[in-house]
């Protein structure tokens, strides 16, 4: 039951992982063998905890966006100062 490449592993996966870690020899034929690579095997090994007791990774904000009230203000100071920079340089502003 091999995973072709980044996906997640299982709570089966690394049970089966902690079974073969105690018959197989090598410890790279026993992550072969529960779907893993041996780098994620070991951190399993190490942890010794399953996938589902493991703590998730925060996706997205943590706080809020301290720019938000005058983003537009520093937008437009960004466009002014590539426009001024044209002028000078007798050149197009790519940003706009």
Same mark, same amino acid.
């Given at each position: 039951?091999?995973?072709?490449?980044?996906?997640?592993?299982?709570?089966?996966?690394?049970?089966?992982?902690? &079974?073969?870690?105690? =018959?197989?020899?090598?410890?790279?034929? &026993? &992550?072969?063998? &529960?779907?893993?690579?041996?780098? =994620? !095997?070991?951190?399993?090994?190490?942890?010794?905890?399953? @996938?589902?007791?493991? @703590?998730?990774?925060?996706?997205?904000?943590?706080? !809020?966006?301290?720019?938000?009230?005058?983003?537009?203000?520093?937008?437009?100071?960004?466009?002014?100062?590539?426009?001024?920079? !044209?002028?000078?340089?007798?050149?197009?502003?790519?940003?706009?």
């Amino acid at each position: 039951m091999l995973l072709s490449g980044g996906g997640f592993v299982t709570d089966r996966q690394v049970r089966r992982l902690f &079974a073969l870690v105690n =018959t197989e020899g090598i410890r790279e034929i &026993a &992550a072969a063998r &529960a779907g893993m690579d041996a780098k =994620t !095997s070991r951190k399993y090994r190490r942890q010794v905890r399953l @996938p589902s007791e493991m @703590p998730v990774a925060v996706h997205g904000r943590t706080r !809020s966006d301290p720019f938000i009230e005058i983003w537009n203000d520093v937008q437009k100071l960004f466009e002014d100062n590539a426009l001024s920079h !044209s002028i000078r340089t007798n050149q197009r502003p790519k940003c706009l």
